[in-house]
């Protein structure tokens, strides 16, 4: 004798919409994460601290540091002011649209800062900015 229950049977099935919502999840906190790490591209300066800092950080940006003495640095590698012109100088042909950042020291002087500047702004660059700290909350 076969023994029924008295219940509906229902059809058993996964839900998968939750699941979904998890993987979007996880999706956005790894880009999120990902989006603010930073690689150290130049040499270690004391950057002044201001209330906005750059956002676009690039791969391909060119990173020039200055430090308190006044020597310019490529990335982490010290030059002087033509060569530092001639890669800028090759750099631009090119791209003409790569962005280039400053980090100056607290104590580098301004004319030095300005000395670089000027050097990038005549060889035709137009996306310039200077590194900072941002202020800590």
């Not at 900015?129 to 202020?135: E, L, Y």
């Amino acid at each position: 004798m076969k023994l029924r229950s008295p219940l509906p049977a229902k059809k058993s099935r996964l839900e998968i919409i939750p699941l979904i919502d998890v993987m979007f999840f996880l999706l956005a906190s790894f880009m999120m994460v990902s989006l603010t790490m930073t690689k150290q591209q130049t040499i270690g300066v004391n950057l002044p601290v201001a209330a906005t800092t750059a956002k676009d950080f690039q791969p391909d940006m060119i990173n020039i540091g200055i430090n308190a003495a006044g020597d310019a640095f490529w990335d982490k590698e010290p030059v002087t002011l033509p060569d530092l012109e001639t890669r800028l100088y090759q750099r631009y042909q090119l791209d003409t649209q790569t962005p280039i950042y400053i980090s100056g020291d607290e104590e580098t002087r301004h004319a030095d800062m300005i000395r670089v500047l000027d050097l990038i702004r005549r060889i035709g660059f137009a996306k310039v900015a200077f590194n900072v700290k941002p202020i800590a909350p």
